[in-house]
């Protein structure tokens, strides 16, 4: 996709010095080491504090806890730590103590419960239409939002807290970094660009669940 950049290692320096001084660093923990090349974490510190042109980075980190409980680092000039989880099948798939779904038609009776009833309205009539596209956002009953990304995750969860994180970050050029690429990492690119953030990927600081150690 277009607004989709990768970056090339001769537009790093070109990149930076458009950005903000802002970092934001995606699933970055030890339940993922096996997917990260070589001294991957050595360098991303060292990137968080001289690839802002020589200079630190300010540093926003999200982190998965469907696999941790809290953070596996602490990276420099760190700003905040912030939770999410991928997937949201997880809440729409329960089921009642006698073993039968609790929304009988999965998600699009769960979202009569988070939604208002117009926004869970408009959410069905665009899916109907299979009209829904990259980047749609919608507010949710308890203040975060979904938004949908459309990859093998399809929607991904903006809770409170990262809503707030996303809205001081409103307007500002970041460099989002991390992985796993095409997954997570998307996700948060998609959802903080539909935020009206404008980020940019770095791929030297990116890892995929292809990477492997050599």
């Not at 090339?8 to 070109?14: F, H, K, P, T, Y």
């Not at 991303?44 to 998965?64: H, K, M, P, R």
């Not at 903006?158 to 690429?181: D, H």
Request: net charge positive; with cysteine.
């Amino acid at each position: 996709m277009n607004d989709m950049k990768i970056l090339r290692v001769d537009e790093l320096n070109e990149a930076v010095s458009v950005s903000d001084g802002i970092l934001i660093i995606v699933d970055v923990q030890t339940a993922f080491n096996k997917f990260m090349p070589n001294n991957y974490i050595q360098n991303l510190f060292n990137y968080c504090q001289t690839g802002n042109n020589g200079g630190a980075f300010d540093v926003y980190q999200i982190w998965d806890s469907n696999r941790a409980t809290k953070p596996s680092y602490t990276f420099p000039n760190q700003k905040g730590a912030y939770e999410k989880k991928f997937g949201i099948k997880k809440y729409y798939s329960i089921k009642n103590s006698d073993g039968t779904p609790k929304f009988a038609n999965g998600f699009f009776d769960w979202i009569n419960v988070v939604f208002e009833p117009d926004v869970a309205k408009q959410i069905n009539d665009i899916s109907a239409k299979n009209a829904l596209v990259e980047g749609n956002s919608f507010k949710m009953k308890d203040g975060g939002y979904l938004v949908y990304i459309g990859n093998n995750h399809k929607w991904f969860f903006v809770n409170a807290k990262l809503c707030e994180l996303f809205a001081t970050l409103k307007g500002k050029n970041v460099i989002i970094v991390g992985g796993a690429a095409n997954e997570c990492l998307k996700d948060v690119f998609i959802s903080a660009k539909s935020f009206g953030i404008i980020p940019t990927y770095n791929d030297t600081h990116i890892y995929s669940v292809k990477t492997r150690k050599y």
